[in-house]
């Protein structure tokens, strides 16, 4: 027997990396009695977590059908690598392909041991048979019948939670209903492990008929046993079973969600109370119906251990203008830790407080501005008079100050009302800072006009930020602004031939989105480059194509093609999703109006739905915002 006969075709391992020749022997010494600890401790390095390497492929197909020849340790070790693997490569895309395909079509070789002898076999094939992205009703019908007889209760935890994946994937012949009915019995199980095993797989399965009562068992379950795996279990505990994880597979049933959370949230551990919390939150990120008794559950863990109020604030500032009627002990939660003082508590609670548009929040904020942990996308425009001053001392300070591209976002979205800042601003367009200093004095408009002069410099190349500048010594850095810089010029004087010249080679030099936005701001004035816009409609990328389709929209005035390229992109919302293009999508769709009728239904689904899209309350407020104005202006 030589290397041929392994089953590595050697046109494979051409071109491989130095060292790596050596697998096919390593391969056929598993076979070898007193080299087979040699060779997998080699083989196993080699192999590493490369899933998109051609040769893991292959090697992975012959461990599969190696695995009788091996013996229970060895067996055991490599189960637990292919188990490790499958997770990585669950779907056939990209360079996964490959391992995928192997992985999809090697369950067979597994089920046998599904039945082994040693329960740390068992354990491990059910494992493996959980990861596959297979659906081998063979696989299902052997775990149900081992884990009818089994003895092993870590055996069965994993058999269990096997039986469950191939329940709810939804894809098999078999009827998810009847496996969930079957899983049941085993929420009542002796073992803490199994009951919560079952419960996961009941959950995964998704039968709603089945769920009740999985809610209150996982939170009995967790209150004595915690969340640990069994303590021979292969897998890390991440790949186990935890209360985030419970409520996640809840959150499509309420009433067992908020079993879950009431049954933990009074526990004498500050753990599991914390999670409890974190569980009420990922609840009400769920659905959109008030669930004052959660958010009441949540807001008394402010007065809780630091641990249980941290969690609490952190579910609070998420939670927008839902959350405002608890604004008042936000702010009691600052003021007994100290207004002044710089923790990340506090931080959180001021980003809640932000979130709420709490006219308390200006003066917390001004206090930690460039805090790190704040996370603060907007601020109300009513808060200008009081926040100017410090946003122009902290952009005085120059680019590598704390917050300062935070202060340029948010003067950007102020508009006119930042014109006091417009000094502070032209100061930094000599900076790297200087796009978006030019894309926060276009906002200003004319208020600006002391900059207008560096900002033509800047468009026509004359001038370049200090970062930017030639240097005879190196290459110079690329800068992207000149568009940003002509628009600005635009905004401010009123002039368009600049903004026209700038961003009109750069969209015919194919440039993408920046440039499509400024088009479409300059409208009609851009006819002479519409011909250019028109082939984007039906490019790569969907920000650029919903770019192209509202410049498309605003230099022609041309509806149909524009609502053509952008009607697909809305297809995220049927999943509840709600990313930045299709955002984008929404608002673009209301500018153009009536024409964009089609767009109608689909609309109004997402204002008539329970559920929030995009899995957070920040995300679903403003999108039922962008919602409801252009189905105003649609009509």
């Not at 090697?106 to 493996?128: E, I, K, L, Y």
């Not at 805090?371 to 109300?380: A, E, K």
Request: glycine share 8%; proline share 8%.
């Amino acid at each position: 027997m030589d290397e041929r006969e392994v089953g590595v075709p050697w046109h494979v391992l051409e071109g491989v990396p130095t060292g790596r020749e050596e697998i096919p022997g390593l391969l056929r010494g598993l076979t070898i009695p007193g080299r087979r600890r040699g060779a997998w401790r080699r083989l196993e390095k080699r192999l590493g977590w490369s899933t998109a390497d051609p040769v893991f492929a292959h090697v992975a197909a012959r461990l599969f059908a190696l695995l009788p020849e091996f013996d229970r340790r060895l067996r055991c070790e490599v189960l637990e690598l292919l188990a490790r693997r499958a997770w990585t490569c669950r779907r056939p895309v990209g360079v996964h392909f490959m391992s995928h395909t192997v992985f999809a079509s090697s369950g067979h070789h597994v089920v046998p041991f599904v039945a082994d002898r040693a329960a740390a076999v068992r354990t491990r094939a059910a494992w493996v048979l959980r990861e596959l992205p297979d659906d081998d009703p063979a696989a299902l019908d052997a775990l149900r019948r081992q884990a009818a007889v089994e003895s092993d209760p870590t055996a069965l935890v994993s058999e269990l939670l096997a039986v469950g994946r191939y329940a709810g994937s939804g894809t098999g012949t078999w009827d998810p209903a009847e496996v969930a009915a079957w899983l049941r019995p085993w929420l009542h199980h002796r073992n803490a492990h199994v009951r919560l095993a079952a419960a996961k797989a009941v959950l995964t399965a998704g039968v709603p008929a089945a769920v009740t009562g999985t809610g209150r068992t996982v939170a009995r379950t967790v209150s004595v046993a915690g969340e640990d795996p069994p303590a021979d279990a292969p897998w890390k505990p991440v790949r186990h079973v935890s209360v985030a994880q419970f409520a996640d597979l809840m959150a499509p049933y309420p009433q067992e969600a908020a079993a879950l959370v009431h049954g933990l949230a009074r526990h004498h551990s500050a753990d599991l109370r914390a999670k409890a919390l974190l569980a009420a939150g990922i609840q009400l990120g769920h659905w959109r119906s008030p669930a004052p008794d959660l958010w009441e559950t949540v807001a008394m863990g402010l007065e809780d251990e630091t641990r249980v109020a941290s969690a609490a604030l952190e579910v609070l500032a998420r939670g927008g203008r839902a959350v405002a009627p608890y604004a008042d002990r936000v702010f009691r939660f600052v003021e007994r830790s100290g207004v002044g003082a710089q923790t990340q508590d506090n931080d959180t609670a001021v980003t809640a407080l932000i979130a709420m548009e709490d006219d308390r929040a200006p003066f917390l904020y001004r206090q930690r501005l460039g805090n790190y942990q704040l996370n603060v996308d907007r601020l109300p425009g009513r808060w200008a008079t009081e926040l100017l001053p410090p946003f122009r001392a902290r952009l005085a300070r120059g680019p590598e100050a704390g917050g300062v591209p935070e202060v340029l976002h948010v003067l950007a979205q102020w508009g006119a009302a930042a014109a006091p800042a417009v000094r502070e601003l032209a100061a930094l367009l000599d900076t790297p800072s200087a796009r978006p200093a030019a894309e926060a004095l276009g906002q200003i408009g004319p208020a600006a006009a002391a900059a207008a002069g560096l900002l033509a410099r800047l468009a026509t190349g004359e001038a370049r930020p200090q970062r930017f500048a030639f240097d005879s010594d190196r290459p110079p850095n690329r800068w992207h602004g000149e568009q940003t810089a002509a628009w600005a010029h635009w905004r401010i004087t009123g002039d368009p031939e600049l903004a026209l010249r700038v961003s009109g080679a750069a969209v015919r030099a194919g440039l993408g989105r920046p440039v499509l936005r400024y088009l479409a701001d300059l409208g009609p004035l851009a006819t002479a480059y519409a011909d250019a816009v028109r082939p984007l409609l039906d490019g790569p990328g969907e920000w650029s194509r919903i770019g192209a389709a509202e410049a498309w929209w605003r230099i022609t005035g041309d509806p149909a093609p524009a609502v053509a390229a952008l009607l697909p992109e809305l297809a995220p919302l049927a999943a509840h999703r709600a990313p930045g293009p299709v955002l984008r999508t929404v608002r673009v769709l209301g500018s153009i109006g009536t024409p964009a009728a089609a767009a109608l239904p689909t609309l109004h689904a997402v204002t008539a739905s329970p559920r929030r899209y995009g899995g957070s309350i920040l995300v679903d407020e403003e999108l039922c915002r962008i919602v409801r104005t252009a189905l105003a202006r649609i009509g």
